[in-house]
């Protein structure tokens, strides 16, 4: 029997800035342009491509410390080529900038996989949701409210049951307007619509629930990092005091990070980002470290990176329909998905993750 499979004989990395289409700030930072850094591997004849939201220098890591250690690799072994990434960057430190690397390099590898084997990549890792349910998120702090209206509106269009804005403004000192703005969201989007809120850790504890407390007519279901979600115990205390489910968990690269939320009590439902976690590969050791307590899973960002392996994910709740990152992916590839009714469904009818990347139209981007 002829058996599938080759190398990995190529690797290229590179980055790309991407100016936002108006000041978008959250309650802790704030941001006129995204880099993107994209990651493209091949062998069998086959292209793989892989992404994290990152600065330009992860796609010099990926050049100088992965790259010598995929190059070689059986393409069918992805985990295999994820544990040799991950011993390669001891000395380079495994958070941050080498996590989101290794998982700009996973992503594509396994992308690569599913072409080289002519499968949709959710059917190579096996559906247990063929539809994967997402929130709209966005509602930055630095809109006026026609823009936030205009923004609203297209989701309710698109019929997405869920919506997330930003709060905890100017490191929580804005409180009042941020208020004003839960109500306001309410009101536009009617009763029937769920709607979550995402501090960035902006917020003090009591701080948090007190909010929480003054917007209690407007139903929030869901109240991310209402403090920083390095302080646990600030986590539980806000978990314990408020309605909405508490969750954190987007700046995680290894499974002790997600162990410790979990271990804490800290989290309603844990957010994982699969391009910053390690890619694929570590997202699915991540939400079995959730389900190990009961605990369901929200991708974080990136939908387009995470619809296949969301859908092969039992313990998963919803996917973050990402303004910022929406508009890039749309800008970036052929293939993207309508999350029309609030769900996506991966393409059955491509190999791979469905996407193909237009390169004549991100070139004028590069900068790394
Ligand atoms: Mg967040």
Same mark, same amino acid.
């Given at each position: 029997?002829?058996?599938?499979? &080759?190398?990995?004989?190529?690797?290229?990395?590179?980055?790309?800035?991407?100016?936002?289409?108006?000041?978008?700030?959250?309650?802790?930072?704030?941001?006129?342009?995204?880099?993107?850094?994209?990651?493209?591997?091949?062998?069998?004849?086959?292209?793989?491509?892989?992404?994290?939201?990152?600065?330009?220098?992860?796609?010099?890591?990926?050049?100088?410390?992965?790259?010598?250690?995929?190059?070689?690799?059986?393409?069918?072994?992805?985990?295999?080529?994820?544990?040799?990434?991950?011993?390669?960057?001891?000395?380079?430190?495994?958070?941050?900038?080498?996590?989101?690397?290794?998982?700009?390099?996973?992503?594509?590898?396994?992308?690569?996989?599913?072409?080289?084997?002519?499968?949709?990549?959710?059917?190579?890792?096996?559906?247990?949701?063929?539809?994967?349910?997402?929130?709209? +998120?966005?509602?930055?702090?630095?809109?006026?409210?026609?823009?936030?209206?205009?923004?609203?509106?297209?989701?309710?269009?698109?019929?997405?049951?869920?919506?997330?804005?930003?709060?905890?403004?100017?490191?929580?000192?804005?409180?009042?307007?941020?208020?004003?703005?839960?109500?306001?969201?309410?009101?536009?989007?009617?009763?029937?619509?769920?709607?979550?809120?995402?501090?960035?850790?902006?917020?003090?504890?009591?701080?948090?629930?007190?909010?929480?407390?003054?917007?209690?007519?407007?139903?929030?279901?869901?109240?991310?990092?209402?403090?920083?979600?390095?302080?646990?115990?600030?986590?539980?205390?806000?978990?314990?005091?408020?309605?909405?489910?508490?969750?954190?968990?987007?700046?995680?690269?290894?499974?002790?990070?997600?162990?410790?939320?979990?271990?804490?009590?800290?989290?309603?439902?844990?957010?994982?980002?699969?391009?910053?976690?390690?890619?694929?590969?570590?997202?699915?050791?991540?939400?079995?470290?959730?389900? +190990?307590?009961?605990?369901?899973?929200?991708?974080?960002?990136?939908?387009?990176?995470?619809?296949?392996?969301?859908?092969?994910?039992?313990?998963?709740?919803?996917?973050?329909?990402?303004?910022?990152?929406?508009?890039?992916?749309?800008?970036?590839?052929?293939?993207?998905?309508?999350?029309? &009714?609030?769900?996506?469904?991966?393409?059955?009818?491509?190999?791979?993750?469905?996407?193909?990347?237009?390169?004549?139209?991100?070139?004028?981007?590069?900068?790394?």
């Amino acid at each position: 029997m002829a058996r599938a499979g &080759g190398l990995v004989d190529t690797l290229q990395a590179g980055a790309y800035r991407v100016p936002t289409d108006a000041p978008e700030a959250d309650g802790t930072t704030s941001w006129d342009a995204t880099t993107v850094v994209l990651v493209q591997v091949r062998g069998a004849g086959a292209t793989g491509t892989g992404w994290t939201y990152a600065p330009a220098a992860a796609a010099g890591l990926v050049r100088e410390v992965l790259r010598p250690v995929v190059l070689g690799t059986d393409l069918l072994d992805v985990p295999g080529t994820s544990q040799a990434m991950v011993r390669a960057v001891r000395n380079a430190g495994r958070p941050g900038l080498a996590s989101y690397a290794i998982s700009a390099v996973d992503v594509a590898l396994w992308d690569l996989k599913a072409r080289v084997l002519d499968l949709p990549l959710h059917r190579l890792l096996g559906v247990v949701h063929p539809h994967v349910p997402v929130y709209g +998120s966005g509602g930055f702090t630095s809109y006026d409210q026609g823009q936030l209206d205009h923004q609203l509106d297209g989701w309710l269009e698109q019929g997405i049951p869920r919506v997330k804005m930003k709060i905890g403004e100017s490191w929580g000192s804005r409180v009042t307007r941020d208020l004003e703005r839960i109500r306001h969201v309410r009101n536009v989007i009617g009763d029937d619509v769920e709607l979550f809120v995402d501090a960035n850790g902006g917020y003090s504890a009591k701080q948090a629930v007190r909010v929480a407390r003054a917007a209690q007519a407007c139903d929030v279901r869901w109240f991310e990092e209402p403090v920083s979600s390095d302080d646990h115990e600030g986590l539980r205390a806000v978990r314990a005091a408020v309605d909405a489910d508490v969750a954190a968990g987007e700046y995680g690269t290894d499974l002790y990070y997600f162990r410790r939320l979990c271990e804490a009590g800290a989290v309603d439902c844990l957010q994982v980002d699969a391009s910053r976690c390690g890619g694929v590969t570590e997202w699915l050791r991540a939400v079995a470290v959730a389900a +190990s307590f009961g605990l369901e899973v929200s991708g974080h960002c990136a939908p387009h990176l995470h619809a296949a392996v969301a859908a092969a994910t039992p313990n998963l709740r919803h996917l973050e329909w990402f303004h910022d990152h929406v508009r890039i992916e749309s800008m970036f590839f052929d293939g993207t998905l309508d999350p029309a &009714g609030g769900c996506l469904v991966p393409r059955d009818d491509a190999p791979g993750h469905g996407l193909t990347l237009r390169e004549p139209d991100v070139a004028p981007y590069r900068v790394a």
